[in-house]
């Protein structure tokens, strides 16, 4: 955990010392690298013996508590990327 933050702030002073520069390329690299994470959750998961029989006894709340979550902070991250985008177009 004490390595997740230490890279999270060392991100966040190098944004902040570099932040006149543009890097147009991150947006792109930052979106493959989040679908590549979710792929190889999903690949981790599946391989997983253990869990994939268990899918079974999780039942449709704890499935539908997944999906509609999941739901949500795809809509609050598009109305939040929508929100900034229009700041910076001014």
């Known amino acids: 955990m004490f390595y997740v933050l230490l890279f999270m702030f060392a991100g966040m002073i190098s ?4 932040r006149s520069k543009k ?3 991150l947006n ?3 979106l493959l690298l989040i679908w590549l994470l979710l792929f ?3 690949l981790e998961v599946g391989m997983n ?3 994939v029989n268990q899918f079974a006894n999780l039942g449709m709340e704890a499935f ?3 999906v509609l979550g999941t739901l949500g902070s795809v ?5 939040l990327w929508n929100k900034i985008k229009k700041q910076n177009e001014r």
């Open 40 to 42: 190889l959750l999903g």
């Open 28 to 30: 792109r690299l930052i």
């Open 49 to 51: 013996q253990q869990v």
């Open 75 to 79: 809509i609050g991250a598009k109305i």
């Open 15 to 18: 944004g902040y010392l570099l």
């Open 64 to 66: 539908l508590i997944a």
């Open 23 to 25: 890097f147009s390329f």
